[in-house]
T-cell receptor, first 110, second 114 residues
Framework: GQQVMQIPQYQHVQEGEDFTTYCNSS?????IQWYKQRPGGHPVFLIQ?????EVKKQKRLTFQFGEAKKNSSLHITATQTTDVGTYFC??????????FGQGTRLTINP | DVKVTQSSRYLVKRTGEKVFLECVQD?????MFWYRQDPGLGLRLIYF???????EKGDIPEGYSVSREKKERFSLILESASTNQTSMYLC?????????????FGPGTRLLVL
């Protein structure tokens, strides 16, 4: 079945440093979604990418969908303490169910 | 705003007990999902439902069952709880139709099976 791998599992940065998490699928995805889960909270939808090569920005967050629609990345510029949490990618393969990556847990040293 | 609620935030049960986890959404969503979240494994789909009285197995349905008698309510049942079912359980809902829609999550139930 479809597998979505996400790296790294953990990332610790100094406040102000950049952060990137990568997501790779074993199969071509129809779209990819990104979620953020704050410590003690639940996953909250951030964005969905649909088109090959698509790039979307939300303030300091930049999301990319690969040309082959098998990988994606989330980059945060100049991290702030409010960025702490676990970031999940999740992909659909055609009409199948949403498959989540393992998540990247971001911690920040203020 | 979509609101997804779960009956308990924390639950402690004994091995062999029957456990009910309830989830309610208030936005008339067609789709509802149950996941469990474990460190290093992300979110794994247990069961989902696209309509009342309809259910589909997810990736890890063994040891679980579900019930959807009303559109707004989706229950997860552990027929005989075991220690390996200690986990965080998350319910989610989405509007309907295609899978490619935003999922809205409840606050989660942290279950400890002793």
């Amino acid at each position: 079945g479809q597998q979505v791998m996400q790296i790294p599992q953990y990332q610790h940065v100094q406040e102000g440093e950049d952060f990137t998490t990568y997501c790779n699928s074993s199969t071509t995805l129809s779209n990819i979604q990104w979620y953020k889960q704050r410590p003690g909270g639940h996953p909250v939808f951030l964005i969905q990418l649909v088109k090959s090569g698509e790039v979307k920005k939300q303030k300091r967050l930049t999301f990319q969908f690969g040309e082959a629609k098998k990988n994606s990345s989330l980059h945060i510029t100049a991290t702030q303490t409010t960025d702490v949490g676990t970031y999940f990618c999740a992909g659909h393969e055609g009409a199948q169910k949403l498959v989540f990556g393992q998540g990247t847990r971001l911690t920040i040293n203020p | 705003d979509v609101k997804v609620t779960q009956s308990s935030r924390y639950l402690v049960k004994r091995t062999g007990e029957k456990v009910f986890l309830e989830c309610v959404q208030d936005m008339d969503h067609e789709n509802m999902f149950w996941y469990r979240q474990d460190p290093g494994l992300g979110l794994r789909l247990i069961y989902f439902s696209y309509d009342v009285k309809m259910k589909e197995k997810g990736d890890i349905p063994e040891g679980y069952s579900v019930s959807r008698e009303k559109k707004e309510r989706f229950s997860l049942i552990l027929e005989s709880a075991s220690t390996n079912q200690t986990s965080m359980y998350l319910c989610a809902s989405s509007l309907g139709g295609a899978h490619s829609e935003t999922q809205y999550f409840g606050p989660g139930t942290r279950l400890l099976v002793l």
